[in-house]
Nanobody, 121 residues
Framework: VQLQASGGGLVQAGGSLRLSCAAS????????VGWFRQAPGKEREFVSA????????YYGDTMKARFTISRDNAKNTVYLQMNNLKPEDTAVYYC???????????????YGQGTQVTVSS
């Protein structure tokens, strides 16, 4: 499975972006998918994860009220809708997929390249 993250860009504080994680290859619909981010000089941070069925989701504490993760298995794509963005959300965002549903980067089996999100104040 190969993952391709896209949808990043430059947005003003309070704005919105929708990130996409598109997968090629077989089996994506049976994998949990997570989003992670890493800002310059900081450790990688868990953002959100979604169960392979789409029925379970959870979020990092600072994202709960503003971000929404969803998936369309027919399109082999997972989305991250980010609203009310703040300058502290600026980071490279990565998606990852695997058979385990959780918040650990290392638990995943497949990793996508990052997409840059920059939020200006």
């Amino acid at each position: 499975v190969q993952l391709q993250a896209s949808g990043g860009g430059l947005v003003q504080a309070g704005g919105s972006l929708r990130l996409s994680c598109a997968a090629s290859g077989r089996g994506f619909s049976s994998y949990a998918v997570g989003w992670f981010r890493q800002a310059p000089g900081k450790e990688r941070e868990f953002v959100s994860a979604i169960h392979w069925s789409g029925t379970g989701t959870y979020y990092g504490d600072t994202m709960k009220a503003r971000f929404t993760i969803s998936r369309d298995n027919a399109k082999n794509t997972v989305y991250l809708q980010m609203n009310n963005l703040k300058p502290e959300d600026t980071a490279v965002y990565y998606c990852a997929a695997g058979r385990k549903y959780g918040s650990s980067w290392e638990q995943n089996d497949y990793y996508g390249q990052g997409t840059q999100v920059t939020v200006s104040s």
